[in-house]
């Protein structure tokens, strides 16, 4: 197959849907498929990407909100040129901003397949950057956007019901994966978390993610603060974002920030900790929590549409009922009250990662792909794909 992959995010960008997006070209590389990648500029310099892949790059504008996403501009007719030169026979349009729409117009004006996928709960984001009159219009155009492709990928059985209810048409579930040889309890280095100031006795509490206002930091680091004195506790913060100063000058000594990482350090990192946290009420899925669990750590968050779906409640981690700082804080006393239970329930978190491959997800992706190809029936529908 030739696929276009149009994207507003991807290496060297470090995020949830970056490294998915990733791991989906790199799956379908490997099948022997042609890939064509329409994405932003960066400054950052680039590995080379796989054999198969080709990349075509746009220079853009960053959002004042958000200086790490680019925007790229460009025409619908460049990218009509682009997408015949290439002989794309499917268009896959990851994102919805500029150059998504752009590419949107484009395909239909060459009657290219176009699937579409939904990362991302952008008007529920802009509550966090004062912006909330906006959600209304966003929901909007998202529903007339994605009502255009033929079919729209989501990450999770809960998301995908909050788009039916929204109006969106045609919605399959597009799990996500972890690779649990990478992201493994074996890590886990004693010397590493001694260095970082840890001590034996003391629980390690672990973020990982963007520093940003869509997170719900402000809600974790209020929480942390009102943990039991009974059940000593650290938190360590991989990542960095907007609100990355202002979370340094307000937390004390027990915070270890380490900024962003990746590769064999993130591995390592996130061994050492005891329980991930994750206190976001608008993330679809939340990679970052499967990476936890498959490093043995269990994971923690809201019962909200996308993380109930990666936490099974009381076996790999804990659903909390309601967001609130105090609610928050309660479940995290209980869990690491319990050390035992603790440690059973990380074992049973990595059991459940090493069921979550990557390979096994991205197939049911190329699947679909394949069912929407001109010309003669070949499609195979797989639970879970389904619309």
Request: one cysteine or more; aromatic letters at 8%.
């Amino acid at each position: 197959m030739r696929i276009t992959l149009v994207t507003e995010t991807y290496f060297p960008q470090i995020n949830g849907v970056s490294r998915t997006l990733e791991k989906l070209v790199g799956h379908c590389s490997d099948r022997g498929d042609q890939i064509q990648l329409l994405v932003p500029r960066y400054d950052q310099s680039l590995k080379e990407d796989s054999a198969g892949v080709e990349r075509t790059d746009f220079r853009g504008f960053s959002l004042p909100c958000y200086r790490e996403v680019a925007l790229p501009l460009t025409t619908p007719v460049r990218i009509r040129r682009e997408l015949s030169r290439f002989g794309s026979q499917l268009v896959h349009i990851a994102t919805e901003g500029p150059l998504g729409w752009v590419a949107l117009r484009a395909a239909r004006s060459l009657g290219l397949p176009i699937v579409s996928s939904y990362h991302t709960n952008f008007p529920q984001y802009l509550a966090g950057y004062r912006l909330g009159w906006l959600e209304p219009p966003a929901w909007r155009y998202l529903r007339w956007f994605h009502n255009r492709t033929l079919q729209t990928f989501c990450p999770t059985p809960s998301i995908r019901s909050l788009l039916l209810d929204r109006g969106f048409k045609n919605v399959g579930v597009w799990g996500r994966g972890v690779d649990s040889d990478h992201f493994h309890p074996s890590q886990r280095d004693e010397a590493l978390r001694l260095s970082l100031g840890f001590l034996p006795q003391e629980t390690v509490l672990v973020y990982l993610g963007r520093l940003a206002a869509e997170k719900n930091l402000q809600m974790l680091f209020d929480a942390f603060d009102r943990l039991s004195a009974d059940n000593p506790c650290r938190l360590l913060v991989i990542g960095d974002g907007p609100l990355g100063d202002r979370l340094h000058k307000k937390a004390d000594q027990r915070v270890i920030f380490v900024g962003y990482q990746r590769g064999i350090e993130l591995a390592r990192l996130l061994a050492v900790g005891d329980l991930l946290v994750f206190p976001s009420l608008t993330d679809t899925f939340g990679n970052v929590m499967l990476e936890g669990m498959a490093s043995g750590l269990p994971a923690i968050g809201f019962d909200v549409p996308g993380p109930k779906d990666v936490i099974m409640d009381g076996q790999t981690g804990n659903v909390v009922p309601h967001a609130t700082v105090a609610d928050l804080a309660l479940a995290i006393d209980r869990m690491v009250g319990d050390q035992d239970e603790l440690r059973k329930m990380g074992q049973q978190a990595r059991r459940h990662a090493e069921g979550q491959s990557w390979p096994r997800i991205m197939e049911g992706v190329r699947e679909q792909y394949e069912c929407h190809m001109p010309g003669p029936e070949r499609c195979r529908r797989r639970p879970g794909y389904a619309d």
